[in-house]
């Protein structure tokens, strides 16, 4: 696999010579179409779905992009053919130079196995121990806000979810200077070259967003590589953080990690947990502005349940049904992962339309979360969609937040019990209200938030 810019587009172009025969759609070359993909993709994808159905093809910059959207189609690459689709040759081979080789950049047995000695350090007891420290984060974040104030959500919420990903992913203290705030730090610096504009991922050489995500990369690795060697001569962690975990696991075989294995899962998960977080907190905070009939709804069962406190491990698991649907329908319409893309490893035909191996391939949750044909007033904020009944009765594949299948995200538990601690206390803390003349702005890469953050004025705080 090469970085190179320029041998990766004639490799692409080859492939397509090679491929040769796609499904219809606007594959000629086109700058425009390209950065409004690249800029504001959501409204020329349901366009596009509404002239060809739910498989098309859409040319981007120099190579051709098949777009599977829909119940049926995400449920078809997710989950019922999912072996025939490829992650590490798809466009998550982009992520590698940061992340590594983990489990979004991998497949087949390396990938499963990886898995497979994962899985346990996110079973649900582990996370209930992880709570305590998500309360204490979240509590003493919001000590700091003062009545009357602008506060950027955003970045509070980012800065708040890092803290809580040092603490239970690395068992750093994100206050140490020289380790995990150096951590925190670095690895800012390195995410921020995934949210420049394409062409700038392009450049190479001293003082390119290339050149300086590699030293953040390096310094981040120095400070995770030695923590890890650490633990292994017997340093003490939490015993609840997951580099702990890991350091210790076994595979049924008696294998483990090698140190390079864990660095590259532990800034895996550093990338998928703290951003999708941060993401999702984000846009729940906002749509509740802008919904006081359903905040109202929120802030009195939280009142019954809660009573002031934080929730409990047993509230966070089903206690709060309308915080819940709330979150599931945030998740609808702001999927931090907002695509899933693939490369087809073998010829297959959806919905009449022959897909040859070698394809670039995607389903795109952002857009099948918003067809008007599966959701009723499919831009509106209606939590109740998700109550259990009418959940039940989703098609299969209609709502993919976090993919699906055996790759379905191994954080989920983890990510989900995050924002509903967080959320929970906002609503029971403070009384927000949008910034005059705010206008929401996406940005996608590399996950769905806010292009200019999320100002609110902080009207109220409570009294305990």
Not at 88 to 106: W, Y
Not at 174 to 184: C, L, N, S
Not at 205 to 230: F, N, Q, Y
Not at 400 to 407: A, D, H, I, L, T
Request: aromatic share 8%; proline share 7%; with cysteine.
């Amino acid at each position: 696999m090469t970085a190179n810019p320029v041998a990766r587009v004639y490799t692409d172009l080859a492939d397509a010579r090679r491929v040769g025969r796609y499904p219809p759609g606007p594959t000629s070359f086109s700058l425009p179409r390209t950065h409004r993909l690249s800029h504001d993709p959501l409204p020329p994808l349901l366009r596009w779905y509404a002239e060809y159905g739910p498989i098309f093809t859409v040319r981007v910059l120099h190579a051709p992009q098949v777009f599977m959207l829909g119940p049926a189609a995400n449920h078809y690459v997710t989950v019922s053919h999912a072996e025939g689709f490829g992650w590490r040759d798809g466009a998550f081979k982009d992520l590698v130079p940061l992340l590594g080789d983990a489990l979004l950049t991998t497949d087949g047995a390396y990938h499963d196995r990886a898995r497979r000695i994962m899985m346990p350090a996110f079973h649900r007891e582990r996370i209930e121990a992880m709570v305590d420290t998500m309360t204490e984060e979240a509590e003493g974040a919001l000590a700091r806000w003062r009545e009357g104030t602008v506060v950027d959500v955003y970045g509070w919420s980012r800065r708040l979810a890092m803290r809580i990903a040092m603490r239970t992913l690395l068992g750093l203290d994100p206050d140490e200077t020289g380790k995990g705030a150096e951590a925190a730090e670095q690895f800012e610096r390195a995410l921020s070259f995934y949210g420049r504009d394409f062409a700038l991922w392009l450049l190479r050489g001293p003082g390119s967003p290339w050149h300086k995500m590699h030293t953040a990369r390096r310094r981040l690795d120095e400070i995770v590589l030695a923590e890890i060697r650490r633990r292994r001569a017997g340093g003490a962690g939490s015993g609840h953080d997951v580099l702990s975990m890991l350091v210790d696991a076994e595979d049924e075989d008696g294998s483990r990690l090698s140190d390079r294995e864990i660095r590259d899962q532990l800034t895996t998960l550093l990338f998928a947990g703290h951003d999708t977080s941060t993401s999702t907190i984000t846009f729940l905070t906002y749509e509740l502005a802008r919904n006081p009939e359903v905040i109202a709804g929120l802030r009195e069962e939280a009142k019954r349940v809660l009573g002031g406190r934080a929730p409990s491990t047993v509230e966070l698991a089903g206690g709060l049904p309308q915080l819940e649907m709330a979150v599931d329908e945030t998740l609808r319409l702001y999927p931090p992962a907002w695509i899933g893309p693939r490369r087809a490893l073998r010829d297959f035909e959806f919905q009449g339309h022959e897909v040859r191996a070698g394809s670039y391939v995607a389903y795109c949750s952002w857009a099948s979360h918003r067809l008007p044909d599966v959701w009723e007033e499919p831009d509106a904020f209606i939590p109740e969609r998700f109550s259990r009944e009418r959940k039940a009765h989703l098609p299969k594949g209609a709502y993919v937040p976090f993919g699906g299948g055996s790759r379905i995200c191994i954080g989920k538990r983890l990510g989900q019990s995050m924002v509903k601690v967080v959320a929970a206390l906002l609503l029971q803390r403070v009384q927000l209200r949008l910034s005059p003349g705010y206008a929401m702005d996406i940005r996608q890469m590399p996950t769905l938030s806010p292009r200019a953050g999320l100002p609110m004025m902080v009207e109220s705080k409570a009294t305990d």
